[in-house]
């Protein structure tokens, strides 16, 4: 079982930074991905970005150029440098991880964080 744990989340004006920080207990050569998700009120979860062992990044387009995602291999931690905040950006975010397949049995589960809440205020 693989435990991710955030931290980071908070109440921001438009305009402002945040931080988020995520740790895996898991090594990070069995890690593939991670990333983050977002889930406002209503709305359903949603990519934000990703990062892979060797430090390919994706980025919803929504966040593209004011978000960044990077990682720490040593510290087995991926963080989410959150600038130009804006409303719409106000959800609980969610840390995940894809491990790599060892190519036998079944694929292994996709891991979730219990989620930090990013509110942001106009």
């Known amino acids: 079982q693989v435990q991710l744990v955030e931290s980071g989340g908070g109440l921001v004006q438009a305009g402002g930074s945040l931080r988020l920080s995520c740790t895996a207990s898991?090594?990070?050569?069995?890690?593939?991905?991670m990333g983050w998700y977002r889930q406002a009120p209503g709305k359903q979860r949603e990519l934000v970005a990703s990062i892979t062992m060797d430090g390919s990044t994706n980025y919803a387009s929504s966040v593209e150029g004011r978000f960044t995602i990077s990682r720490d291999n040593d510290k087995n931690m991926v963080y989410l440098q959150m600038n130009s905040l804006k409303p719409e950006d106000t959800a609980v975010y969610y840390c995940y991880t894809d491990l790599k397949y060892r190519g036998f049995g079944p694929p292994p589960p996709r891991y979730w964080g219990q989620g930090t809440q990013v509110t942001v205020s106009s």
């Open positions: 898991i090594s990070p050569f069995s890690i593939k991905t």
